[in-house]
């Protein structure tokens, strides 16, 4: 039984540019979050997906923004790139009939904008 | 914003001993849960305690949650070199219904030297 994946592991981008993180969730799992994590620092909690809607954001600009498939995939996109962006992205799922169960995360994806 | 703050921040002790974390959160919950998180990956969770419940166990865990102060604490007795991780606590808040994300603390890093 697979658990939630992400892709790509690892990523470098430049000041200005746009990239997409993409996720897998847990099997059985129909709600995905995201949440960006700096060095050092706890998760902070960007947006979550269900039902192909964002249904809770947190305090993120509008640069960030997501995406879920009718197959319960996410993608999490950002735009015009910050070098405070640089972090450790990370993905979790749990089953939204059970909202209160544990999140399952993936590794995660490492940005770093230079 | 972080919800949860742990302390210490950081912990060093010798395998063998016990180690206590502590967490104080701010507004009031329907969960508190802790998860591990080894060097750049993805958390791993290890317990959750509902807010009308005040101890639970679990292995060599032991958490303890007292709502009237807005604070836990996670024990891990007679630690081994392989618990050497970051730990975080995370709060579900309490709300009418819905998926309410977890909010985590900035975690306490512990050191178990061998």
């Known amino acids: 039984d697979a658990g939630v994946t992400q892709s790509p592991t690892h990523l470098i981008k430049t000041r200005g540019q746009q990239v997409t993180l993409r996720c897998s969730p847990k099997?059985?799992?129909?709600?995905v979050s995201w949440y960006q994590q700096a060095l050092g620092q706890g998760p902070q909690f960007i947006f979550q997906y269900y039902e192909e809607e964002e249904r809770q954001r947190g305090n993120f600009p509008d640069r960030f923004s997501g995406h879920q498939f009718p197959n319960y995939s996410s993608e999490l996109n950002v735009n015009a790139l910050l070098l405070g962006d640089s972090a450790l992205y990370l993905c979790?799922?749990?089953?939204?009939?059970?909202?209160?169960?544990?999140?399952?995360f993936g590794n995660g994806t490492r940005l770093t904008v230079t | 914003s972080q919800q949860g703050e742990e302390d210490p921040q950081a912990l060093s002790i010798q395998e063998g001993e016990n180690a206590t974390m502590n967490c104080s959160y701010k507004t009031s919950i329907n969960n508190l849960q802790w998860y591990r998180q080894n060097s750049g990956r993805g958390l791993v969770h290890l317990i959750l305690i509902r807010s009308n419940e005040r101890e639970k166990h679990s292995g060599r865990l032991r958490v303890t949650l007292d709502t009237s102060k807005k604070s836990s604490s996670l024990l891990i007795t007679a630690s081994r070199a392989a618990d050497t991780a970051s730990y975080f606590c995370a709060t579900a808040l309490r709300a009418g219904s819905g998926n309410t994300p977890l909010v985590f603390g900035k975690g306490t890093r512990l050191s178990v030297i061998a």
């Open positions: 099997s059985g799992h129909d709600t």
């Open positions: 979790a799922s749990n089953p939204r009939q059970n909202y209160n169960s544990p999140l399952h």
